[in-house]
């Protein structure tokens, strides 16, 4: 018996390694199994906050941003009431009068008729929102919701995942060149007490004038400094 939808869509995101791709392409990977795991889905974006501020960070189809742009601008819509609430919210008609009037206008407008958004959650702390389009009215019924939610705690920890990785390393990274430039400040430092005879206070005063009457970085001055030494001994 072939593995449904659902099966093989949980079966490839458990096989998802996050340090195989940038946090982009995990999300992007994540959006379209959604697809494959929800056949009534068409595209499906995944809203999450974005710099302070809820935005659609990716999408499976360019109508996605456009449409969610409704949600953001009024603050109100059925993917930002499922983010904040951490339930399953739908529109079985974007042509009926219902609640969130402006994102069913806009969403008719653009072709889509109905759709369902999942929050992702983990640990009881929302992580982000999928939002599944369709361009047929009442394309999604109870089983497609518990269907969603299924896949969704499972997408919801894959990003949880990808967040604190891509977090971690870029912490990493940034400690790295933090202590590439202190070691090039300690040894700009070392030069001048060499060359000056001063204290190591006294040597790291010089550095902070230069920085500040040449207008550039600290980091910059200690390394031509050190540059400057070691041409001079190859000289």
């Given at each position: 018996?072939?593995?449904?939808?659902l099966?093989s869509?949980?079966a490839?995101?458990?096989?998802?390694?996050?340090g195989?791709g940038?946090l982009e392409?995990?999300?992007?990977?994540?959006?379209?199994?959604t697809?494959?795991?929800?056949p009534?889905?068409?595209?499906v974006?995944i809203?999450?906050p974005?710099?302070?501020?809820?935005?659609?960070?990716i999408f499976?189809?360019?109508l996605?941003p456009?449409i969610?742009?409704?949600?953001?601008?009024?603050?109100?819509?059925p993917?930002?009431?499922a983010?904040?609430?951490?339930?399953?919210?739908?529109?079985?008609?974007?042509?009926?009068?219902?609640k969130w009037?402006?994102?069913?206008?806009?969403?008719?407008?653009?072709?889509?008729y109905?759709l369902?958004?999942?929050?992702?959650?983990?640990?009881?702390?929302?992580v982000?929102a999928m939002n599944l389009y369709?361009?047929s009215?009442?394309?999604?019924?109870?089983?497609d919701?518990?269907?969603g939610m299924?896949?969704a705690?499972?997408a919801?920890?894959?990003?949880?995942n990808?967040q604190?990785y891509?977090?971690?390393r870029e912490?990493s990274?940034g400690?790295?060149?933090?202590?590439?430039?202190r070691?090039v400040?300690?040894?700009?430092?070392?030069i001048l007490?060499?060359?000056q005879?001063?204290d190591e206070?006294a040597?790291?005063?010089?550095l902070?004038?230069?920085?500040?009457?040449?207008?550039?970085k600290?980091r910059a001055?200690?390394e031509r400094?050190?540059?400057?030494a070691?041409?001079r001994?190859?000289?």
């Amino acid at each position: 018996m072939a593995d449904s939808p659902l099966t093989s869509s949980l079966a490839a995101l458990s096989r998802f390694f996050i340090g195989d791709g940038t946090l982009e392409q995990i999300l992007k990977r994540v959006a379209d199994l959604t697809v494959e795991a929800i056949p009534p889905a068409e595209f499906v974006g995944i809203t999450m906050p974005v710099e302070g501020r809820k935005r659609t960070a990716i999408f499976t189809d360019d109508l996605s941003p456009v449409i969610d742009q409704a949600q953001y601008d009024t603050g109100d819509g059925p993917c930002l009431e499922a983010f904040e609430t951490q339930r399953v919210t739908s529109i079985e008609s974007t042509c009926e009068d219902g609640k969130w009037p402006e994102f069913r206008r806009v969403a008719a407008d653009n072709g889509i008729y109905s759709l369902m958004s999942l929050p992702l959650v983990v640990d009881r702390h929302t992580v982000g929102a999928m939002n599944l389009y369709s361009r047929s009215e009442h394309a999604f019924d109870e089983a497609d919701a518990a269907t969603g939610m299924l896949f969704a705690s499972q997408a919801a920890i894959v990003l949880a995942n990808a967040q604190v990785y891509w977090d971690a390393r870029e912490l990493s990274t940034g400690l790295g060149e933090a202590m590439k430039h202190r070691a090039v400040i300690e040894q700009a430092k070392g030069i001048l007490m060499g060359a000056q005879g001063c204290d190591e206070d006294a040597a790291f005063q010089m550095l902070v004038k230069a920085s500040q009457r040449e207008n550039v970085k600290l980091r910059a001055v200690a390394e031509r400094i050190v540059d400057q030494a070691v041409s001079r001994n190859k000289g």
